[in-house]
Structure formats: structure tokens, C-alpha cells
T-cell receptor
Framework: NAGVMQNPRHLVRRRGQEARLRCSPMKGHSHVYWYRQLPEEGLKFMVYLQKENIIDESGMPKERFSAEFPKEGPSILRIQQVVRGDSAAYFC????????????FGPGTRLTVT | AQTVTQSQPEMSVQEAETVTLSCTYDTSESNYYLFWYKQPPSRQMILVIRQEAYKQQNATENRFSVNFQKAAKSFSLKISDSQLGDTAMYFCAFTQETSGSRLTFGEGTQLTVNP
């Protein structure tokens, strides 16, 4: 049973470019969470999605960031016009469903903005 | 807003010895869930142990156990018979029903196990 998959593992973008991060949840999991880890810090919640729905985006920056989890395919975290401060590790986690509190994490995508 | 505090940025322990990592949290809810996650140098987040607030019995997973003190809002992790592979960053995390399942993490404790 494959775990949570994220790709790419490493992504380098120049300032002003777009970054797309992908996450495939564990088999049987329908809930996806995105977290960001800045250097030397803990993980910070960004957004919580179910298939075709954003449940909680209270941790998302108001501009340039968006997320989706379509009916088919992986969840996508999109960062437009990246800046140096976006450099971080972005982790995706999945859980089985509502009120299933155990979250299983992917290996993360390390975004570097040059 | 709920907060999670880990007051020990770094700790070290000799192989085969026991170490305790501390964590405190703040919430006004009565039903919530607490976790310890391990992040080794590979940076993969690995769930170590979980505790439901309504359960009085402390959770145990092999060499890992917790000391859950609900009144004190304290949730410490004890690692027995420490192994070199336990070297990692350890994060305490918290979630509750009213927060929609999102996890709130502490800042982490870097544990080094010395041979």
C-alpha cells in the first residue's frame, strides 16, 4: 500500500515563476492537508481539502497561493510569481476522512527560489 | 487559538539510555488529540505515537511512551533504550474537532543519540 506521494521532491524556480507541487494521498484517503516548513521552524498549516472542495484555507497566504483537489488526479498546490520567502519544504498529508485525526505525511517538496 | 510549546530546542542522550521530551499545549476544548512526529535527516515526517484526550491511559508504542497530564496540559514523550536511529527532530502536534482536523505543531526538539 503506497504511502503519500509528492512530486517533485526538489523544485528550483526563479523569482517571478510559478511553482506547482503535487500530492497523491494514500489509497483510501479522501482528505488532504498542505503544510509549510520554513528553515529551522515547525510545520505550519496552509489548507485542508476534500475531493473538489476546499474545507479550510485559513493558513494560506491571501495572494499568489492556491490549492485544488480535483475529482480525478492529485492535489495541486500552486504558487504564482514566487519570491525568495517562498523557499521552504512543503508537506502534504492525508487522512481517511472527517474526524479521522491521524495524518500521514508525504516526503515533502523542497522549493528553492533563486 | 491553540498553541503548542516545546521548551527544549536540543537534547542529547547516550545510546541505550532513556530520554524525555517535553511538550505543553493550550486549549479550551475538552476533546482533542495529541501526537508526536519524528523528522529524521531525510525530512520525512513519521508518526510516532498518538493520544486521545478522553483516554486516561497513557499511550505506548514499543520503546516510545507518553506521560499525558490533562490538567497540566502536558504531553511528554519518553524514549527508552535509545538507539542511534532515534536521532531526529521531534515535533509535538495537536488537533481538535473545532479546528477541522488541522494539526498545530510545536517548534521541535532536536534529539541526538550518541554512541
Amino acid at each position: 500500500n503506497a504511502g503519500v506521494m509528492q512530486n517533485p521532491r526538489h523544485l528550483v524556480r526563479r523569482r517571478g515563476q510559478e511553482a506547482r507541487l503535487r500530492c497523491s494521498p494514500m489509497k483510501g484517503h479522501s482528505h488532504v492537508y498542505w503544510y509549510r516548513q520554513l528553515p529551522e521552524e515547525g510545520l505550519k498549516f496552509m489548507v485542508y481539502l476534500q475531493k473538489e472542495n476546499i474545507i479550510d484555507e485559513s493558513g494560506m497566504p491571501k495572494e499568489r497561493f492556491s490549492a485544488e483537489f480535483p475529482k480525478e488526479g492529485p492535489s495541486i498546490l500552486r504558487i504564482q510569481q514566487v519570491v525568495r520567502g517562498d523557499s521552504a519544504a512543503y508537506f502534504c498529508a492525508s487522512s481517511q476522512g472527517y474526524r479521522q485525526y491521524e495524518q500521514y505525511f508525504g516526503p515533502g517538496t523542497r522549493l528553492t527560489v533563486t | 487559538a491553540q498553541t503548542v510549546t516545546q521548551s527544549q530546542p536540543e537534547m542529547s542522550v547516550q545510546e541505550a539510555e532513556t530520554v524525555t521530551l517535553s511538550c505543553t499545549y493550550d486549549t479550551s476544548e475538552s476533546n482533542y488529540y495529541l501526537f508526536w512526529y519524528k523528522q529524521p535527516p531525510s525530512r520525512q515526517m513519521i508518526l510516532v505515537i498518538r493520544q486521545e484526550a478522553y483516554k486516561q491511559q497513557n499511550a505506548t508504542e514499543n520503546r516510545f511512551s507518553v506521560n499525558f497530564q490533562k490538567a497540566a496540559k502536558s504531553f511528554s514523550l519518553k524514549i527508552s533504550d535509545s538507539q542511534l536511529g532515534d536521532t531526529a527532530m521531534y515535533f509535538c502536534a495537536f488537533t481538535q474537532e473545532t479546528s477541522g482536523s488541522r494539526l498545530t505543531f510545536g517548534e521541535g526538539t532536536q534529539l541526538t543519540v550518541n554512541p
